[in-house]
């Protein structure tokens, strides 16, 4: 059973910064194809934000390009999406994901408010 465990949401103020860890256990984390980033804000579908695939290719939404970076620990078991210059509309909770061949996995999510 993989799981996935948020932290580090909480409430900023616009043009600050947040650093969101997902610490990974139940598998071994070399294991996961894909481990990313999604938001979902009141009202609106879950969009992707970041994910970091094997060899380290990166992926971004063009909204957060230049401001979130997503990063990963192979010896903590955990993937980072450091967000900087915050806007009030990355507000939402963000959700912490893992690819392993076709399996989604799933953390519990993390509220980030920023505000204006």
């Known amino acids: 059973q993989v799981q996935l465990v948020e932290s580090g949401g909480g409430l900023v103020q616009a043009g600050g910064p947040l650093r969101l860890p997902c610490a990974a256990s139940?598998?071994?984390?070399?294991?996961?194809?894909?481990m990313g980033w999604y938001r979902q804000a009141p009202g609106k579908q879950r969009e992707l934000v970041a994910t970091?695939?094997?060899?380290?290719?990166?992926n971004y939404a063009d909204s957060v390009k230049g401001r979130f970076t997503i990063s990963k620990d192979n010896a903590k078991n955990t993937v980072y999406l450091q967000m900087n210059s915050l806007k009030p509309e990355d507000t939402a909770v963000y959700y912490c994901?893992?690819?392993?061949?076709?399996?989604?996995?799933w953390g519990q999510g993390t509220q980030v408010t920023v505000s204006s």
């Open positions: 139940g598998t071994i984390f070399s294991s996961i194809n894909v």
């Open positions: 994901n893992a690819v392993i061949t076709i399996m989604h996995y």
């Open positions: 970091t695939a094997r060899g380290g290719i990166t």
